[in-house]
């Protein structure tokens, strides 16, 4: 039963920057697909960017500012946010599927083990 633990968010002005690690447990990263959702109030959780041994890919949201990246080594997973906006404002789950390659599916319903999230919050 691989088990995750989100960390790194917080308040940040519009512009700033945060890292977001996801620690995991029971399974190695390196043999998962990892990914990030977030969720808005009263909105439904949408991915954000996903990582596997063959590559990445990016919400159109977040290209050019977000980098998803791991440490197989540290079992750890890493969003680095740049450039944040006040609408980047939501809770940051941390997910993975498999043991095996990623689908690339940003549906929810593709990752069965998933964080408790962590707070990401943008003021303008």
């Known amino acids: 039963q691989v088990q995750l633990v989100e960390s790194g968010g917080g308040s940040v002005q519009a512009g700033g920057s945060l890292r977001l690690s996801c620690t995991a447990s029971?399974?190695?990263?390196?043999?998962?697909?990892m990914a990030w959702f977030h969720q808005a109030p009263g909105k439904e959780r949408e991915g954000v960017a996903m990582?596997?041994?063959?590559?990445?890919t990016y919400a159109d949201s977040v290209k050019g500012r977000f980098t998803i990246s791991k440490d197989n080594a540290k079992n750890t997973l890493y969003l680095q946010m740049n450039s944040l906006k006040p609408e980047d404002t939501a809770i940051y789950y941390c997910?993975?599927?498999?043991?095996?390659?990623?689908?690339?599916?940003?549906?929810?319903?593709?990752?069965?083990?998933w964080g408790q999230g962590t707070q990401v919050t943008v003021s303008s």
């Open positions: 997910a993975a599927d498999g043991p095996g390659y990623c689908s690339w599916s940003f549906l929810p319903t593709a990752f069965n083990y």
């Open positions: 029971g399974g190695t990263t390196s043999r998962y697909c």
């Open positions: 990582i596997d041994t063959d590559g990445y």
